[in-house]
């Protein structure tokens, strides 16, 4: 079965640098070897006709001064644009921007990458800053307004909560802490109304949605009733949650695959490798239960 991996990192060597440079990625997350090479083997070993290349987290914000992020993002994505004009039947990329608290050069990065390298949607990370600052975010209110004019396809990927500590040493953050970082931050742009407010945008949910299917229709029943209320009722937010597009990096078996695709809408569950982050013993074993999945309809 011929795929579209929706779910799939590059390691340019300007990131790769400056994740070395910072003592690594902050999630505890190794940084796993990445080249073009490595990206067409595994493209052929689980049948993958075209990757669309992303950055994964921290990503360029991995810089803490606002122009050199920018910088990075913009080397980042002429990185990627590289890639997909000397292959374009077998590659795309989402673009990366800087912190979405540098509002001017996110919006000029965005444009750049759209307008002039072709980027085929966007990056955008669960949370940005020092706090719990999640996509519905006030300060994000002109990016979400920028994405919604162009009706651009966004590709939310984790990244490392506030708190940095791990449960323990052997639970990276990526392992475990992910998918509940994704819950969050979709959860924040449907209470925060800014799913409605900006509409048009395509989004990508990681990971099957991460906690999201899970725990969605337990927040539903109870955002209506409580005193500040919600202005909507719980069918109101199941139907905008379901507006949602999952890809499934990491989450193609069991309970997980199964809550997803009782919840999502036809049409609305993208494959996913996680390459080159996962690793290979994963990739292969979850795609191998994509590729048995007898309900291909929905996907």
Not at 157 to 182: A, R
Not at 258 to 266: G, N, Y
Not at 272 to 293: E, H, M, Q, V, W
Request: with cysteine; hydrophobic share 35%; charged share 20%.
């Amino acid at each position: 079965m011929s795929k579209i991996d929706f779910h799939h990192h590059f390691y340019p060597r300007e990131m790769q640098e400056a994740l070395e440079e910072a003592g690594g990625d902050p999630s505890g997350w190794y940084i796993p070897p990445w080249t073009l090479e490595l990206d067409r083997t595994i493209c052929e070993d689980i049948g993958v006709s075209k990757a669309v290349l992303s950055v994964t987290a921290p990503g360029p914000v991995i810089k803490k001064d606002y122009a050199a992020a920018a910088q990075l993002a913009r080397q980042c994505n002429e990185a990627a644009a590289t890639i997909k004009r000397a292959y374009p039947q077998s590659y795309g990329f989402f673009a990366s921007v800087p912190s979405l608290f540098d509002t001017e050069r996110a919006i000029e990065e965005l444009s750049y990458a759209l307008d002039k390298l072709h980027a085929d949607g966007v990056t955008l990370f669960t949370r940005y800053g020092e706090g719990n600052n999640y996509l519905g975010h006030d300060s994000f209110e002109p990016i979400w307004a920028e994405l919604s004019r162009r009706k651009t396809l966004v590709f939310i990927h984790p990244t490392h909560p506030q708190d940095t500590g791990l449960i323990n040493s052997l639970l990276p953050q990526p392992m475990f802490d992910y998918p509940h970082e994704t819950g969050r931050t979709a959860m924040d742009l449907i209470t925060s109304g800014r799913l409605r407010q900006y509409p048009g945008c395509r989004i990508i949910l990681s990971h099957a949605g991460g906690t999201l299917p899970y725990l969605i229709h337990r927040a539903a029943a109870m955002l209506p009733c409580m005193p500040h209320g919600c202005g909507r009722t719980r069918e109101e937010l199941l139907e905008e949650a379901r507006e949602f597009y999952f890809d499934t990096a990491l989450s193609s078996g069991g309970p997980t695959f199964k809550a997803l695709t009782e919840f999502a809408k036809p049409g609305h569950i993208l494959f996913g490798s996680d390459f080159p982050n996962a690793p290979r013993s994963a990739i292969i074993s979850f795609t191998a239960l994509f590729d048995k999945y007898e309900g291909k309809e929905k996907i």
